[in-house]
């Protein structure tokens, strides 16, 4: 109730200012300067001038006079009257289109003046309670042109509804449809317009931008809606700078100078300007007296204003990008301009002002010092050089100026909205083919019904309205080009509303900031590159450029985080990209594992070759003490300890990596058991040892039983192992710093049963190296102790370097393990079998210790063979003779009960029997004595 009293209070006062003035002809009043009859009339609220007289000075209610002749704004009037026209013309409805058109003079006040005149009957508007059958003369208004006159308008207006179109006014308030509910526009909301402005940065990598509005509700929610579009953009505003609405250059110096020091000092080299053309124009003049040049951004209320694209030097300021809405080209419409003058019957004021303008002669408004009468300078511009050449009347002439000078595409919404009220007064008249059966004296709101619902094609274009009567229909984007001293609108680009997408035509820019095709740089910092992330301080868009560690990346611009880099794959720091990572192991193709199969091939042939030769020598003395048997034993448990290695190569499985240790295990501890076994026989011969205790001893001499059970406890511990600790694939993370996956098996988590393993066959190497240590000085015709001594150090001190290598060691381990091994087995392989070889093909005559062995058996036996003693080279055996003297006395029973069965056994011991020192069939006594340089064994026979 109080908003509607307020209403009523206001119509009464504009009632009475309507009263007031001139009420002349036609029903009009010379307050609107275009009036042409009609059977239903339509409002025209567009301004022609650009402000009012003494405005800031005003004080009583007194008439508004308006000022600074604008010829966009009354070139788009003129298109509206000529789509008036048009209709009329085209015969679609069955009456006639009259127009009643006012100057707003570029503010709210005068268009609210103007409305009450429209909606007066007989000048008066009566006061009601009810306007449902309320129905004034004029049915609908076109207009206003700025946002902050619609919206006042509008208010107004939904108290009658009386429907109120507009082609320019695109402030998101107009969208509100509880304050405004008669309001419908043929453009967007400026919702589009701030999203497509920080879509174009976005798309040139715009993120500092400086912005300056004006003082009025258009700008302020432009304003707000760019803001909240530029943080999601990640667009930082630089300032805010603030103009007033009612702008006066000569008054308001100090605001645009305020203003123009921030541009300048700014290191923001976008500018978005959300202004009207005279205050933009005032900006402009100061930037050229500095030559100072930014990247401006219009806004849809000076993107295509000719004055500023005409002004002289603006091709210092810059490079200038811009929304227009969308606009048709008319020849009919050009036509119309070329040839204008009053409507017949009505008349038109604002023609006429134009006419004198352009045709009048005053020669004295030429002066330095003209009269007052005479228009401003700008205006005096429009002067034609051939004003004074001609005495006819200057409302009788026409030209071309209008059509030259002025985007005359840019009506083309004005039309449009004529269509749109003609395509709903169709359905409001009820008209078809045949006619209508409406009535024309129809209240505004049935208008406004059909006109929300309207759906039709214009010159290509098709308009409609959506629940908040905004049109979609999108925006040019525009540069303005130099074209000499002045500049032109060059289409780049489009913006759809529907999608929200902007398409930009790269190949039509051309930069005054760059002089070239190139984009200018307008940043805060500059661009982050692929591989770094953004360290914000303080502003988003000032920041430090920071590498990504490693395992994350990013792979674009500007990222403010950096992204995980996928399973399986990884990166260094600062990359772009995360590669897969290469798989490290043991390759085929790679130059370690190919020595370490040429190491495991030469073992295989070297096994191969030395079992040939045990073979084929066999019945000679070295490998009759070598005991071709286990020795034969020994070299399966190699072959199968190198086959071991074989598992070591190639992409780890958890087969794989169960095989080769279990392989290892079982073939080296069936080769150090053989070991072990000599080791304990030589033990077990040259030792002293008591009767009692060398005879239990002798008991455990059974040598395919130790390997066997030594080599079955090995296969138990290897059992337990599988099952309780499994060897698997190892999964561990990788190291950061390595781009490659090393691909490994672990023995087990605890490691417990590898521990074990080791461990065990450590134990047996022990064994056997203290058994054979202990008949060290056993020469070495009789026994192997230096061999075995020899190896049995060599395995120790390679696993036992070997642990704290593999521990330490994580990529290399497998190749450790493997040279391991190897070594290994060929340290058993030339302290065993190789000496054997070279001294079974290449060494002494083996007759000589068998003639020895003989002559032992013969004085054994009472006899004395016809030979010289035996000198033997020097050997220091202290304690072997004790052995042999222990055991005269058990072996003299046995020889004297039937010498000729011991002659028998003799003879066959020395052709088939193996060597009598490890077969002991008799013991002897042997004692050494020093004889100067050389040792004199002599043999006594004892009884046996």
């Not at 040839?339 to 038109?348: C, K, V």
């Not at 030589?682 to 001499?701: A, I, N, Q």
Request: charged share 20%.
């Amino acid at each position: 109730m109080v908003v509607l009293w307020a209403l009523v209070v206001v119509e009464a006062c504009l009632s009475a200012l309507v009263l007031c003035c001139d009420v002349m002809e036609h029903g009009g009043s010379h307050v609107c300067g275009a009036w042409a009859p009609g059977d239903i009339m339509i409002g025209i609220l567009l301004p022609c001038h650009g402000s009012i007289k003494n405005l800031a000075t005003r004080t009583s209610p007194e008439r508004y006079q308006c000022s600074d002749f604008e010829l966009v704004p009354f070139m788009r009037t003129l298109a509206a009257i000529y789509a008036i026209e048009e209709v009329n013309a085209a015969g679609i409805l069955p009456v006639s289109l009259g127009y009643m058109m006012c100057d707003t003079c570029s503010h709210p006040s005068t268009a609210l003046q103007n409305v009450q005149l429209m909606l007066a009957h007989n000048h008066t508007l009566r006061t009601q309670c009810d306007y449902t059958d309320y129905s004034p003369e004029v049915k609908a208004i076109l207009g206003a042109r700025y946002s902050e006159t619609s919206i006042a308008v509008a208010k107004l207006l939904s108290v009658y509804m009386v429907p109120l179109l507009s082609s320019t006014s695109s402030s998101p308030a107009l969208s509100d449809k509880l304050r405004q509910p008669g309001f419908l526009r043929t453009v967007p909301s400026d919702v589009h317009q701030t999203r497509a402005l920080t879509q174009l940065m976005s798309h040139f990598s715009w993120n500092w931008v400086g912005v300056v509005y004006i003082d009025d509700s258009y700008g302020r929610a432009a304003l707000q809606g760019f803001l909240q579009d530029a943080q999601r953009a990640n667009v930082c505003v630089a300032y805010q700078e603030v103009l007033p609405f009612q702008f006066d250059p000569e008054h308001n110096g100090p605001e645009v100078q305020r203003v123009v020091r921030q541009i300048r000092s700014s290191t923001a080299k976008v500018v978005l300007l959300i202004l009207k053309g005279n205050q933009v124009e005032a900006i402009f003049k100061e930037m050229i007296k500095t030559n100072t040049q930014k990247i401006w951004l219009a806004s849809d209320t000076w993107a295509v204003h000719g004055p500023l694209a005409q002004m002289e030097g603006i091709n210092q300021v810059g490079d200038i990008l811009g929304f227009m809405f969308i606009k048709g080209k008319s020849e009919s419409f050009d036509n119309y301009l070329r040839n204008l003058s009053a409507p017949q019957g009505g008349y038109n004021h604002f023609i006429e002002e134009y006419k004198n303008l352009r045709f009048n002669c005053t020669p004295e408004c030429s002066q330095e010092n003209p009269p007052s009468h005479c228009p401003s300078p700008e205006l005096r511009k429009l002067k034609s050089l051939k004003a004074c050449e001609s005495s006819s009347d200057p409302q009788a002439q026409n030209d071309d100026y209008l059509v030259k000078t002025l985007d005359t595409g840019e009506a083309f919404l004005e039309r449009a909205g004529v269509w749109v009220v003609a395509h709903a007064l169709k359905k409001v008249l009820q008209c078809n083919s045949s006619g209508c059966t409406g009535q024309t004296d129809f209240p505004p709101w049935k208008l406004l019904e059909e006109m929300k619902r309207v759906n039709f094609e214009y010159e290509n274009q098709t308009f409609y309205f959506d629940e908040n009567g905004d049109s979609l229909n999108g925006y040019d984007v525009i540069m303005w080009k130099k074209d000499g001293n002045r500049r032109t609108f060059t289409k780049i680009g489009r913006y759809r509303a529907l999608d929200g997408l902007i398409k930009i035509e790269e190949t039509n820019l051309a930069w005054l900031s760059t002089t070239n095709s190139t984009v200018p740089v307008c940043r805060c910092s500059p661009r982050c590159p692929p591989g770094k992330y953004k360290k914000i301080n303080t502003i988003s868009c000032c920041y430090k450029c920071v590498d990504c560690e490693e395992g994350m990346f990013t792979d674009g611009f500007d990222h403010e985080e950096c992204k995980v880099c996928p399973n399986d794959t990884w990166c260094l720091k600062g990359a772009d990209r995360c590669i897969p990572r290469e798989e490290s192991y043991l390759s085929w193709g790679d130059a370690h594992p190919i020595a370490i199969m040429v190491a495991t091939g030469v073992g295989f042939l070297t096994l191969l070759v030395v079992f040939i030769l045990f073979w084929v020598y066999r019945n000679s003395s070295a490998m009759k003490r070598a005991e071709v048997s286990i020795s034969t034993v020994m070299m399966a448990g190699l072959f199968v300890s190198f086959a071991s290695v074989i598992c070591f190569m190639g992409r780890p499985s958890i087969h794989l990596c169960r095989a080769r240790q279990v392989m290892y295990a079982l073939g080296f501890t069936m080769c150090v058991s053989c070991v072990l076994v000599k080791a304990y026989r030589t033990f077990l011969e040259y030792l002293p040892l008591g009767r009692e205790l060398r005879r239990r001893l002798d008991k455990l001499y059974q040598p395919a039983a130790v390997i066997s059970v030594l080599t079955i406890l090995q296969g138990i511990i290897c059992c337990l192992w599988l099952v309780f600790d499994s060897p698997d694939v190892a999964r561990t993370t990788p190291s950061p710093l390595n781009l490659k996956k090393v691909m490994r098996c672990h023995e087990g988590n605890t490691y417990i049963g590898f521990g074990v393993m080791l461990s065990y066959i450590a134990f047996l190497a022990l064994v056997g190296f203290f058994l054979a240590f202990k008949g060290r000085n056993v020469p070495q015709q009789f026994s192997e102790t230096g061999y075995i001594i020899f190896s049995m150090v060599m395995y120790l001190f390679v696993w036992v370097c070997f642990v704290p290598v593999y521990i330490t060691t994580k990529e290399e381990r497998t190749a450790v393990q493997a040279s391991a091994i190897l070594i290994s087995n060929y340290g058993i392989i030339f302290c065993h079998f190789i000496p054997k070889c070279y001294e079974a093909i290449w060494g002494p005559d083996t007759d000589t210790m068998e003639r020895f062995y003989s002559r032992m058996r013969g004085v054994a036996n009472g006899t004395r063979p016809s030979v010289n003693p035996i000198v033997l080279p020097h050997i220091d055996l202290p304690s072997v003779h004790t052995i042999f003297d222990d055991n005269i006395s058990n072996h003299s029973q046995v020889n004297n009960s039937s010498p000729t069965q011991n002659e028998e056994s003799s003879v066959q011991d020395d052709t088939n029997s193996p060597d009598p020192v490890f077969t002991r069939p008799c013991h002897y006594s042997l004692r050494y004595r020093r004889l100067n340089t050389e040792r004199r064994v002599r043999l006594r026979s004892n009884s046996c």
